[in-house]
């Protein structure tokens, strides 16, 4: 029987005629993938992988109705009639699968950059700082408000011309209608602000203009922030009248609950730090006040939680997006008692982070997102020894052997996953054993012959092999200086320098001791990590970082729940640390801050390759050689993956000889 483990994940479920195979959705997120006409042939692939992987529905990224909303400066543009052939091709492309495709509409307000991409200034409710950027919004006039309400409907209008099958209005994460709800940024005296049911004027507006273009037989959907979570904002107990009166319009047919705008982001894309299913509790919160389907979304990302959170009644639906971008096949592997094939989710937002960056998207664990219109590869078959079983390694394994090639994995210890199975040891890194349990079946189902302790000085120390794989990763220097002083890599023989495994820190003692945390490169995921670890193990923790702030380079959800971890301790930016005399320097400024008694100092870099010295050299003898990962130059596992992925892919084409 299909999915007779999940009975409340495969219930379908109607809404004004359109039915729903399952309760599974891909909520609406940014690709760029087809840029600038999107969407495009490449998004149309994307989109139509993943209902042929079994999603229930499928909602657009936010598209904005107006051109003065533009957090980018290339975006899916549904006020234009124009892209209504575009949106043909996909939604004929997502019902060919069997999935249904909603259209989300949404403006921005002062959550846009309009002055970098079109010249225009940002409409707000009232005259405000832009929350995306350094901008003072405009206050919006009577005219103006008219002109956006119309614009809802007409942009409604065109994704229906294109065969979509309903509409989602985005109403939360600090967007236009957000703002006039909230008494924090709606500072109004006219008819749209100042009591709560004036600043819901808006809302029901452009609900009401969305119902009068889509007609009586559309579903339309509400995404909303159950939680601003900010002082001053609206929290859960206003967000439940707000919905409440929302959904007695008559006009609505269900509730897409998310939380937290562009300035309280922790929870609004959930990283590894936050549970799997929390966030479904502003759902459950929301849910008794309405009497449509609610949608619970953040972190769902297992079959399980899923139908906890519907057999529990928590929602009627549940958002899985970074799931379904992790494994297009989720929801056919649930219904096929497959779940031990699903690749997994490990919320390290490497997807979100390239949004922010307006790069395409890309999955840190699934390497072939962002390229489903690649074409197929010949089949082997081919002798490939891989070195090093790091991400790089098992990836570029997993995918030749899958490709129909013999391949030998050689790994110097005694277990798959190099240091990244390191990070498994501490409570928020739990992914890391799910994705290397997820190699462990992968590796075993595909034929690999995996040689523990094999270390492997060059091509003499292997089998004969047609083509070589290197991915032996990198090491830290385990430096408490930063790599641009001169000594950073001088031997450290400080005793107080921790110099063990940092699995071994789970077992210290650090209850009232002064840790000094040294943050090595930008993005420094291990230190991150060891700074929530020691505040919660109850060090006193300094923490000194060469960048203008601790965890520069983190996810923006990473980079608060750090800054919060960090909120009671002493953080020196710009700085470095002098071990001659226990103080902080200051970088740009030379200024000098003591330190009181040290008793540890735990530092995380630099990284650096760590390449076999036989390996090299450029020789034009042997098998081919290609290197992956760490090994080629230290970066993140996005990386790592992504280039065991196409090294894997260049052997079975023949363009790695």
């Not at 994704?159 to 500072?187: M, W």
């Not at 277990?415 to 462990?440: C, M, Q």
């Not at 090595?520 to 670890?533: I, V, W």
Request: charged share 20%; with cysteine; proline share 7%.
């Amino acid at each position: 029987m299909t999915g007779v483990r999940y009975p409340h994940i495969f219930a379908p479920l109607s809404m004004r005629g359109v039915r729903l195979r399952n309760r599974t959705v891909m909520t609406a997120h940014r690709k760029g993938l087809d840029m600038p006409y999107s969407p495009g042939p490449r998004e149309l692939a994307y989109l139509a992988r993943r209902a042929q992987g079994g999603a229930g529905l499928m909602v657009t990224e936010a598209s904005p109705v107006h051109p003065t909303s533009f957090p980018h400066g290339d975006m899916n543009t549904p006020y234009d009639s124009g892209v209504i052939p575009r949106y043909r091709a996909v939604s004929e492309a997502v019902h060919a699968h069997g999935a249904a495709i909603f259209g989300q509409v949404y403006h921005c307000g002062a959550e846009a950059v309009n002055g970098l991409y079109s010249e225009r200034p940002l409409w707000a409710p009232s005259e405000m700082r832009g929350l995306g950027s350094e901008e003072i919004a405009h206050a919006m006039t009577r005219a103006e408000i008219d002109e956006v309400v119309e614009a809802f409907g007409a942009a409604a209008a065109n994704f229906l011309a294109g065969g979509f099958d309903g509409i989602e209005i985005h109403s939360g994460h600090g967007y236009l209608i957000q703002q006039f709800l909230s008494p924090l940024t709606n500072q109004r005296t006219d008819g749209y602000g100042g009591s709560a049911g004036n600043r819901l004027r808006f809302a029901i507006e452009v609900i009401r203009s969305v119902r009068a273009a889509a007609g009586p037989d559309v579903p339309i959907g509400l995404r909303v922030s159950a939680d601003e979570r900010l002082p001053g904002g609206l929290g859960v107990a206003d967000m439940t009248r707000v919905c409440a009166a929302l959904a007695a319009t008559g006009e609505l047919d269900y509730l897409s609950v998310s939380n937290g705008t562009h300035e309280s982001y922790a929870g609004l894309v959930p990283g590894a730090a936050k549970g799997m299913g929390e966030m479904a509790g502003y759902a459950a919160a929301i849910k008794p006040f309405v009497d449509i389907p609610v949608l619970a979304a953040g972190r769902v990302h297992t079959p399980e939680v899923a139908e906890r959170i519907l057999a529990t009644g928590q929602a009627d639906l549940v958002g899985m997006l970074r799931a379904l971008i992790a494994d297009p096949e989720l929801p056919n592997k649930m219904a096929t008692g497959a779940e031990e094939s699903i690749r997994p989710c490990i919320a390290v937002n490497h997807c979100l982070k390239r949004v922010h960056l307006s790069a395409e998207i890309r999955c840190a664990v699934n390497p072939s997102v962002g390229h489903e219109t690649a074409p197929p590869v010949r089949v082997g078959p081919r002798r490939v020894a891989v070195v090093g079983a790091g991400p790089a390694g098992l990836e570029a394994a997993c995918t030749a052997a899958e490709l129909g090639h013999t391949v030998t994995l050689y790994e110097a210890g005694d277990r798959i996953g190099g240091t990244f199975a390191v990070a498994g040891a501490f409570p928020n890194k739990i992914g890391s054993v799910r994705l290397l349990d997820y190699y462990a079946r992968r590796l075993d189902v595909a034929g690999v012959d995996v040689r523990y302790g094999s270390a492997v000085d060059g091509i003499g120390d292997l089998d004969d092999p047609d083509d070589v794989v290197v991915a032996t990763g990198a090491e830290s220097l385990r430096s408490p200086w930063p790599d641009r002083h001169p000594r950073y890599r001088e031997e450290c023989t400080d005793p107080r320098v921790f110099r063990g495994g940092f699995a071994e820190l789970l077992d210290a003692d650090l209850a009232g001791r002064h840790v000094v945390l040294v943050e090595s490169e930008m993005t420094d995921y291990a230190a991150a990590t060891l700074a929530g670890f020691l505040v919660a193990r109850g060090a006193r923790v300094t923490a000194v970082t060469p960048y203008e702030r601790f965890g520069a380079g983190l996810d923006r959800p990473g980079a608060e729940t750090v800054a919060a971890s960090l909120a009671e301790s002493v953080v020196y930016p710009s700085s470095w640390l002098d071990l001659d005399t226990d103080e902080v320097v200051n970088r740009p400024l030379r200024h000098r801050f003591p330190l009181s008694t040290v008793d540890l100092i735990v530092t995380t870099g630099p990284r650096r390759s760590r390449l076999p010295a036989k390996f090299r050299s450029d020789g034009t003898t042997g098998p081919p050689v290609q290197l992956a990962g760490d090994c080629v130059a230290p970066r993140g596992l996005g990386q790592a993956i992504a280039e065991g992925y196409a090294a894997a892919r260049r052997i079975a084409t023949g363009a790695a000889r």
